[in-house]
């Protein structure tokens, strides 16, 4: 199950999907919540699915879940039984499924692109945390602490039919050790790794990124590595970080270039739709594979994205 080497077989570039929590609250969600986008699922499931759907018409080759702030602790915490958390959690999987099938059942959708995968997210204990621990990696927990919290998930994500694992947004290479580990649990299964990074250089714990990707280079089942939810600016000393210690395929989708006040909880700055397209084509020529957008980009950055991949095919 590795949706990633087939379409790269055939095709020079993947085109990803953009942001899905910041998306939905331009859409008027409220996600000042604990389970942030994961809320969506609980109370208006049918704007996931509509989102997933305008990705795909916009050009994307993969649509990413709402499982990156789901999990079991968080679902209970607002009083729903662990059976309910763990239907939630597939649901994310269902809303995916049933937009990538509704849209490729259109056959003037098939022309030039290959049938796009749904990539269920695996976002880091910290995100569960939902007080910036996510973008630190300072959460205490070791190895194995770190297998049992992301087990259920996993198992849940799994079962509900998804192509890929998405195990994004991490902070630290533990937490990617340990997920890797956790995934010879289910030898069928296959996953991205995608850091966040605090500069050109190391995540955002502070490893070196060149190191992370060495670790993890031995591993059959990681499809391939890369950076997410990173300024753009850093993204192609990153690339060149990766390709020195590996030949997976690297896969990148950096913020739309504003940067997020924590103090007043707001963005700030200017992330263009043109200037993210024209970045993003400096991002294949250091070597990405796979290319998409996180936090602030839309179905719009997706579109100028996949317009130039396609001409480019």
Same mark, same amino acid.
């Given at each position: 199950?590795?949706?990633?080497? +087939?379409?790269?077989?055939?095709? =020079?570039?993947?085109?990803?999907?953009?942001?899905?929590?910041?998306?939905?609250?331009?859409?008027?969600?409220?996600?000042?919540?604990?389970?942030?986008?994961?809320?969506?699922?609980?109370?208006?499931? $049918?704007?996931?699915?509509?989102?997933?759907?305008?990705?795909?018409?916009?050009?994307?080759?993969?649509?990413?879940?709402?499982?990156?702030?789901? +999990?079991? $602790?968080?679902?209970?915490?607002?009083?729903?039984?662990?059976?309910?958390?763990?239907?939630?959690? !597939?649901?994310?999987?269902?809303?995916?499924?049933?937009?990538?099938?509704?849209?490729?059942?259109?056959?003037?959708?098939?022309?030039?692109?290959?049938?796009?995968?749904?990539?269920?997210?695996?976002?880091?204990?910290?995100?569960?945390?939902?007080?910036?621990?996510?973008?630190?990696?300072?959460?205490?927990?070791?190895?194995?602490?770190?297998?049992?919290?992301?087990?259920?998930?996993?198992?849940?994500?799994?079962?509900?039919?998804?192509?890929?694992?998405?195990?994004?947004?991490?902070?630290?290479?533990?937490?990617?050790?340990?997920?890797?580990?956790?995934?010879? $649990?289910?030898? $069928?299964?296959?996953?991205?790794? +995608?850091?966040?990074?605090?500069?050109?250089?190391?995540?955002?714990?502070?490893?070196?990124?060149?190191?992370?990707?060495?670790?993890?280079?031995?591993?059959?089942?990681?499809?391939?590595?890369?950076?997410?939810?990173?300024?753009?600016?850093? &993204?192609?000393?990153?690339?060149?970080?990766?390709?020195?210690?590996?030949?997976?395929?690297?896969?990148?989708? =950096?913020?739309?270039?504003?940067?997020?006040?924590?103090?007043?909880?707001?963005? !700030?700055? &200017?992330?263009?739709?043109?200037?993210?397209?024209?970045?993003?084509?400096?991002?294949?020529?250091?070597?990405?594979? &796979?290319?998409?957008?996180?936090?602030?980009?839309?179905?719009?950055?997706?579109?100028?994205?996949?317009?130039?991949?396609?001409?480019?095919?």
């Amino acid at each position: 199950m590795n949706p990633i080497a +087939s379409i790269l077989r055939d095709y =020079p570039l993947i085109v990803l999907d953009g942001a899905l929590a910041t998306e939905l609250e331009r859409r008027g969600c409220d996600l000042r919540d604990p389970l942030w986008s994961a809320k969506v699922l609980l109370e208006a499931p $049918e704007l996931i699915r509509q989102l997933h759907l305008d990705y795909l018409l916009a050009g994307a080759d993969g649509v990413i879940t709402a499982s990156y702030q789901a +999990s079991v $602790e968080g679902f209970t915490r607002r009083g729903l039984a662990p059976s309910e958390a763990l239907a939630l959690i !597939q649901r994310s999987v269902y809303l995916a499924r049933e937009a990538r099938d509704a849209f490729w059942a259109d056959p003037a959708h098939r022309v030039s692109r290959p049938r796009p995968f749904v990539a269920a997210s695996v976002g880091p204990y910290g995100a569960v945390l939902a007080d910036g621990s996510e973008y630190r990696g300072d959460y205490d927990l070791d190895e194995a602490a770190l297998i049992e919290f992301h087990r259920p998930r996993l198992a849940a994500l799994l079962a509900a039919g998804l192509d890929i694992l998405a195990c994004e947004t991490l902070p630290r290479l533990l937490e990617a050790q340990a997920l890797v580990r956790l995934l010879a $649990e289910f030898p $069928e299964a296959s996953a991205w790794i +995608s850091f966040s990074a605090r500069d050109g250089i190391h995540t955002c714990h502070g490893e070196r990124l060149t190191d992370c990707a060495a670790a993890l280079d031995a591993c059959p089942q990681v499809a391939a590595i890369g950076v997410n939810c990173t300024a753009p600016q850093y &993204i192609p000393a990153l690339i060149d970080a990766i390709r020195a210690a590996t030949n997976k395929p690297i896969v990148v989708y =950096p913020n739309s270039g504003e940067v997020y006040d924590t103090t007043h909880h707001r963005w !700030q700055g &200017i992330g263009t739709v043109a200037a993210f397209a024209e970045q993003a084509r400096e991002w294949a020529a250091h070597g990405a594979r &796979i290319i998409g957008g996180c936090c602030r980009t839309g179905p719009e950055h997706i579109r100028a994205l996949a317009t130039w991949v396609r001409a480019s095919r």
